[in-house]
């Protein structure tokens, strides 16, 4: 069945109040970048990421591990000093080439390039979305406690572990299928809105503590 208009509400109210925090590092000063919107920290990564300079993509992956674990009090800069020391020049060219070749590179694509913190979906798909927030979204266990509400939506296609969903061609191609839907989800209900902006309204919602609500828009949607 469609959304209804509170739930449409809901997940409007939803996008426009996500609050992840836009965390992001500068390597050259050392010191974090306060203040920065999310559309700029977008903008600021992809360009890192994006860069035909190994140091810069270095640091694009660096932000996103920084960013990704925000929420983690030191984990974040254990985990990006971890990666600093342990990723190799040949990788970072060939990420670069990667990521300046294709638009949307596959998850298991990215996952092949065997950089240090990224072999897993939540982290992977992190990249793959600064790539191209406008038709890629994450994909996390947060996201997938809407699994555990109603089993038969877009995520039943992924296998998962207990404890982190492994990077497979399988969950690949259950990925593309999870930011399709979220594209649909968009185009029917709101309009102006990304596929990234559909993933943090759901996100917002099972931060907020309402997994139901979330599952029963993705579900309904």
């Known amino acids: 069945m469609p959304l209804s208009t509170e739930q449409v509400k809901k997940?409007?109210?939803?996008?426009?109040?996500?609050?992840?925090?836009?965390?992001?590092?500068?390597?050259?000063?050392?010191?974090?970048?306060?203040?920065?919107?999310?559309?700029?920290?977008?903008?600021?990564?992809?360009q890192q990421l994006l860069s035909a300079s190994p140091e810069q993509v270095k640091d694009g992956l660096s932000n996103v591990l920084y960013w990704g674990f925000a929420q983690m009090g030191g984990l974040g800069p254990v985990r990006v000093e971890r990666f600093r020391s342990a990723v190799s020049i040949h990788q970072l060219q060939q990420a670069s080439g990667l990521f300046t070749n294709r638009e949307r590179p596959a998850l298991y694509e990215i996952a092949e390039l065997g950089l240090p913190q990224f072999s897993k979906v939540s982290f992977v798909s992190k990249i793959r979305m600064y790539l191209d927030p406008v038709k890629s979204a994450t994909l996390d266990r947060q996201i997938m406690q809407m699994h555990q509400i109603h089993t038969d939506t877009v995520l039943a296609a992924f296998k998962q572990y207990s404890t982190s969903i492994p990077t497979t061609k399988g969950n690949s191609a259950a990925y593309e299928s999870w930011c399709d839907h979220l594209g649909f989800i968009a185009q029917a209900y709101l309009p102006t809105a990304r596929v990234v902006d559909i993933e943090r309204g759901l996100f917002q919602i099972i931060q907020e503590g309402d997994v139901s609500s979330a599952a029963d828009i993705l579900k309904n949607a």
């Open 11 to 46: 997940l409007r109210d939803a996008v426009n109040s996500y609050s992840f925090p836009t965390a992001h590092f500068d390597f050259i000063a050392k010191k974090p970048v306060i203040g920065l919107s999310m559309l700029q920290l977008e903008t600021r990564i992809r």
